[in-house]
Nanobody
Framework: QVQLVESGGGLVQAGGSLRLSCAASGRTSSSYVMGWFRQAPGMEREFVAAISSGGTVTYYADSVKGRFTISRDNAKNAVYLQMKSLKPEDTAVYYC?????????????????WGRGTQVTVSS
């Protein structure tokens, strides 16, 4: 079983940057499609970005395209989310998740493994 632990969240001013990390432990995570989701208070969990098992294909929500970059280092069992030009509406708890296969990558219900999340707060 793979365990996921997020880090790197915090408080940042609008226009600033943060880099989130997701460390995977346990059985190798290199075969999983990895995703980042976020959830603001009172809102549904929403897709942010995903990356294929080999790291060659990436997917983004329209709201973050051009500002966020997802990457992974399978040698380190890690996935990253570089966030730039942050906006107050990016404020949420950000979760790392893992699944087999890229089908329905935007649907959080298809992800079997989840981290506990890391808070990102963007002040205006």
């Amino acid at each position: 079983q793979v365990q996921l632990v997020e880090s790197g969240g915090g408080l940042v001013q609008a226009g600033g940057s943060l880099r989130l990390s997701c460390a995977a432990s346990g059985r190798t995570s290199s075969s999983y499609v990895m995703g980042w989701f976020r959830q603001a208070p009172g809102m549904e969990r929403e897709f942010v970005a995903a990356i294929s098992s080999g790291g060659t294909v990436t997917y983004y929500a329209d709201s973050v395209k051009g500002r966020f970059t997802i990457s992974r280092d399978n040698a380190k069992n890690a996935v990253y989310l570089q966030m730039k030009s942050l906006k107050p509406e990016d404020t949420a708890v950000y979760y790392c998740a893992a699944k087999h296969g890229a089908a329905f990558y935007k649907d959080y219900t298809t992800y079997a493994l989840w981290g506990r999340g890391t808070q990102v707060t963007v002040s205006s």
